[in-house]
């Protein structure tokens, strides 16, 4: 009897260890671009953390972070300042933590009923450890190119399918995710116009007509 409860026990462990296993698991994020992350985002902040509440709702409970803001990016036609920051307490389920009172973090997430809500797919990073070139990207750059679309590629041969497309190939690199390109380029529309041919004999310049003008999207590095 003592043998069988024993075994009860180790069945009942292990069933619970696969069981926190898939939990833990149970949190994956398709690789973003900061582009991406910014253009599909509704509100993009600088802002100190400098408190945080547990509250007893889902299945977990729910992280309620106070911050202090030091900058709107993108945002305010959906709120003109942010006070409370709110994601999934369990990191298993894509809450995100953050450290209280020690960096200024760009944060970006989602509202819904009047609520600032960002997990672990968002794109959430200390602000000292962004490159400058993303640093120029969040305050001007990257909202230039949100009609353009970031197409990853994640292994070779890869195409482009339209003009405001352009590959992104970090993921080819042995240097993994984030790469250069995350890191020191946006995306953005960039006009092109072939060089004006001079007049053939016997057409004056009236006659002559203008080279079409075309739009195509293009990583550039600033």
Same mark, same amino acid.
């Given at each position: 009897m003592q043998s069988l409860c024993h075994q009860l026990l180790s069945l009942l462990f292990v069933f619970s260890s696969l069981q926190l296993h898939q939990l833990t698991e149970a949190c994956s994020c398709a690789l973003s671009h900061?582009?991406?992350?910014?253009?599909n985002s509704d509100i993009v902040i600088r802002a100190k953390v400098v408190g945080k509440k547990l509250l007893k709702d889902g299945p977990f409970g729910t992280m309620r972070y106070t911050v202090k803001q030091m900058k709107m990016y993108k945002g305010f036609n959906k709120m003109q300042h942010v006070q409370h920051i709110y994601t999934d307490a369990s990191e298993s389920l894509c809450g995100v933590k953050f450290d209280i009172n020690k960096y200024q973090y760009l944060i970006t997430g989602r509202v819904f009923d009047g609520k600032v809500y960002t997990g672990l797919c968002n794109f959430n990073q200390p602000w000292e450890r962004l490159s400058l070139a993303q640093k120029k990207g969040i305050n001007h750059r990257y909202q230039l190119g949100c009609n353009c679309r970031i197409k990853p590629c994640h292994y070779l041969p890869c195409f482009v399918? /339209?003009?405001n497309e352009c590959l992104w190939t970090d993921m080819l690199s042995h240097f993994g995710y984030p790469g250069y390109q995350s890191r020191?380029?946006?995306?953005?529309r960039h006009i092109v116009t072939r060089t004006r041919a001079m007049?053939?004999?016997?057409?004056?310049?009236?006659?002559? /007509?203008l080279p079409p003008v075309t739009q195509r999207s293009a990583f550039s590095r600033f």
């Open positions: 900061p582009q991406d992350a910014y253009c399918t /339209s003009k020191h380029y946006a995306l953005t007049p053939t004999r016997g057409m004056t310049p009236e006659k002559q /007509s």
